[in-house]
T-cell receptor, first 113, second 116 residues
Framework: NAGVTQTPKFQVLKTGQSMTLQCAQD?????MSWYRQDPGMGLRLIHY???????DQGEVPNGYNVSRSTTEDFPLRLLSAAPSQTSVYFC????????????FGDGTRLSIL | AQSVAQPEDQVNVAEGNPLTVKCTYS??????LFWYVQYPNRGLQFLLK??????LVKGSYGFEAEFNKSQTSFHLKKPSALVSDSALYFC??????????????FGTGTLLAVQP
């Protein structure tokens, strides 16, 4: 069982560069989401999706785009990287339903210079 | 506003002693509450949840949590700590304004350090 797979695990970017963080799940989960984790701030929701073709903004969406063309994949795009986007990014998935636990990938550690 | 508070940045406990990691919440209505654990360089793992029913919820790895509505708390407990329990623990509550989504509001995390 692969679960939730995130690539790459580490990335260093220069300010202004763009990149895509990949997330894939093999559990046929309807719900997928992206969080960023910063010291002392817990996890903050960036974007989420309740199914293929449906996405919405979370708490901190600025500077990020998402799309959901398939149930399995939910990539996160940084349009023009800024040092404030240095963080650890986690993708999560679950069955739809607010009592469902979420399954997390192991994260992408991103540094913006 | 909805929120989750974990008042302790770090909890230190000796192996074999009981442990408690505290969590309080502020939401309207009936809360759905969750505990997750994060080991170094890993994603979060689900431990347990309270949706309704018994106030004492049992979860993975011998952990349990007690829901207390009057004190708006959901403290995580374990009768006998192990060194391998050392990790970062997050409390989370369902975002009641999230509709049918699974949106969660996370606390800032508590680092549990178990000394041998």
């Amino acid at each position: 069982n692969a679960g939730v797979t995130q690539t790459p695990k580490f990335q260093v970017l220069k300010t202004g560069q763009s990149m895509t963080l990949q997330c894939a799940q093999d559990m046929n989960h309807e719900y997928m989401s992206w969080y960023r984790q910063d010291p002392g701030m817990g996890l903050r929701l960036i974007h989420y999706s309740v199914g293929a073709g449906i996405t919405d903004q979370g708490e901190v969406p600025n500077g990020y785009n998402v799309s959901r063309s398939t149930t399995e994949d939910f990539p996160l795009r940084l349009l023009s990287a800024a040092p404030s986007q240095t963080s650890v990014y986690f993708c999560a998935s679950s069955y739809r339903g607010s009592n469902q636990p979420q399954h997390f990938g192991d994260g992408t550690r991103l540094s913006i210079l | 506003a909805q929120s989750v508070a974990q008042p302790e940045d770090q909890v230190n406990v000796a192996e074999g002693n009981p442990l408690t990691v505290k969590c309080t919440y502020s939401v309207s209505g009936n809360p759905y509450l969750f505990w997750y654990v994060q080991y170094p360089n890993r994603g979060l793992q689900f431990l347990l949840k309270y949706i309704t029913g018994d106030n004492l919820v049992k979860g993975s790895y011998g952990f349990e949590a007690e829901f207390n509505k009057s004190q708006t708390s959901f403290h995580l407990k374990k009768p006998s700590a192990l060194v391998s329990d050392s990790a970062l623990y997050f409390c989370a509550v369902r975002d009641i304004y999230g509709g049918a989504t699974n949106k969660l509001i996370f606390g800032t995390g508590t680092l549990l350090a178990v000394q041998p």
